[in-house]
């Protein structure tokens, strides 16, 4: 087996991309990615520069016209376009596809009216829709079953790393385009046209690479077949998402974080303007976002490596919009520029642990709807926002805030648009929060201090305990459990709210335990099962009942804990001590009784009070219980602060004023001394 193993591990498989039909696929759709992202940069730009001289209003809503052109096409033909692709020849739904957007992108510069501007993009687009189904439908075809996260992966790089690419691409060509005005007359101040070109050349280049792609199955009838329609899809995803808090969380979240960039890329023309950047400073505002996400999944999420990552996720939503609100009200864009980077590394760092999160708790038959589901959402919120944000930009115009008497603060609408989407993000970001947070009652400022620090928080600090937690311990028959529940009335007639439990089975799994444990029926269990289940029924309990107790504020009594499991198992069925204390810690996750209170009686004289059939344990031999007896005294004798012994064979009003005089120690407001009682006249705890 252990040599089998060790073959199976050294036999690596190849890089997904050493599979030469997916490399040819995945290069094509690399090209496309970067025409598609040059080609939403360009034709934006191109859109403010026909309509530059009909003043800022128009010039908003002309922008915000290419974004409508682009999204209309997926909301009204997607469903659509979908079928057909699963009905068609793929490889050549795909090659006819580039064909027609090379021509129809070549058209924009050549005609170079801004009406043909939109009724291209919207063309482009149906395109777009056929070619995008056909080619994810292509990717199982040519990609083994488990290498299809790793080619998913990789598609995912590669739609978004090509936009930094593009925006680097943009501003270098705007740069270059007024050198090369000089040669070629035609392209004086028109920056974009050289754009355009080379979007197009990328779609041609596609056309050639997936023409030359014989790999992609001919019939996929059954593909059509299983495959369920939008809108089922779309209510199914539904009714999970809305159904599981953390997921509806992290889609809220992920979704806020969208319609924060797409806030940005939507005015960012704008706005650049108006602060005196051209192109290449558009282009560099563009990159800047891709940049920060870049640089926030990999190096935000190593900094802040020991933050709850629910915490962290809707942190950094909360911090992008802040970070937003600030772009937009500060005017210089080099600093705009550095808060771009930074709003982009917010957004990377929620879009990796999002992703990363479904797929870690979404069940298996339910992950790769939520993914598809996400992608449609986003994609829906990114294109509303982004026509949405100039649209608004452009009604709101331009304003002059007085400043005093001389100096002028200039607030447009691309402002409104960013301070609105800012705290949009935010307030996104505070929900996604409270509908995740796994560490409440953890100031999220201390945890964040000590996750910069690199320090991870220790889980006795996570509880912030505030209540008491007082165990008893004994053997059998040795009165423990008439004694706690005195001592509970005793503390609820202080005024303190005590909750009374004990072990085994205080929860619904503690109670099935609990009858595996005593039932006499299982004999034979073995000494480690048993020392399990008892851990298993303790950290059930720890879980559910005294944690929750002690962070309430309640004082927890609880007759038995984890003295009895290295009294019993480790010195009774002579386990090693150390290993019982090693399943306890973990269990109980280090929690440790404030006040151990041992009563301490012979077990000749406990078991001799014991009435009824005896149990498993109590069945066993008189030196199992004489070791259980000495390890728990060692016990206590070891710890004497945190240990009352108690005489158990002392009459039982004795024994319980001498707990309360050693309980009274811990209590926060001193409870007056009983002395009166000493001949044991307490009718309120007398049984
Ligand atoms: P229970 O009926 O609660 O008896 P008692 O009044 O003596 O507490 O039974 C609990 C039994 O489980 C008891 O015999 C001791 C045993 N036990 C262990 O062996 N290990 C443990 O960790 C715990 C909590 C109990």
New binding site residues.
Partial sequence: MTTLGRNTARRKPPHVLANAPFRKLWTAMSVCSLGDWLNLLALTALAGNLTAGEGYKFQSLAIGGVFVAKMLPAIVLGPLAGVFADRFDRRLTMFFCDLLRFALVLSIPLIGSYQWVIIATFLVECVNLFWVPAKDATVPNLVPKERLEEANQLNLLVTYGTAPIAALLFAVLSVADDALANLVPFLAGRDTYLALFINALAYLVSAVIIFSLKDIPKNHRDAAASTPSVLRQIVEGWRFVGGNRLIRGLIIGMLGAFAAGGAVVGVAKIYVDALGGGDAAYGVVFGAVFVGMASGMFFGIKLLKELSRRRLFGLSIIVAGLVLVAIALVHNLVIVVLLTVLLGACAGIAWIIGYTMIGLEVDDSLRGRTFSFLQSLARVTLLLVVAVAPTLAGLFGRRVIMVGREAVYQFDGSNLVLVIGGLLASIVGIVALLQMDDRKGVPIVSDLISAVRGERFAPEETEQARGMFIAFEGG?GSG??TQSRLLAIWLRDQGFDVVQT???GSTKVGMRLRAI??DAVHQGLSARS?ALL?AAD?AEHVEKVIRPALYRGSMVIS???VD??LA??GA?RALDRADVVRINTWATGGLVPDLTVLIDTPPSIGLARLGGAA?R??AEPLEFHERVRREFRSLAAAEPDRYAVIDGTLPQDQISLLIHDRVRELLPDPVPQESEDVTGTMPAIRD
């Fill in positions: 059998e423990k459990t004990r072990e085994p444990l005593l048993e008892y303790r007759d038995r804990y009895s499991s019993y198992q009774g149990d344990i109590e």
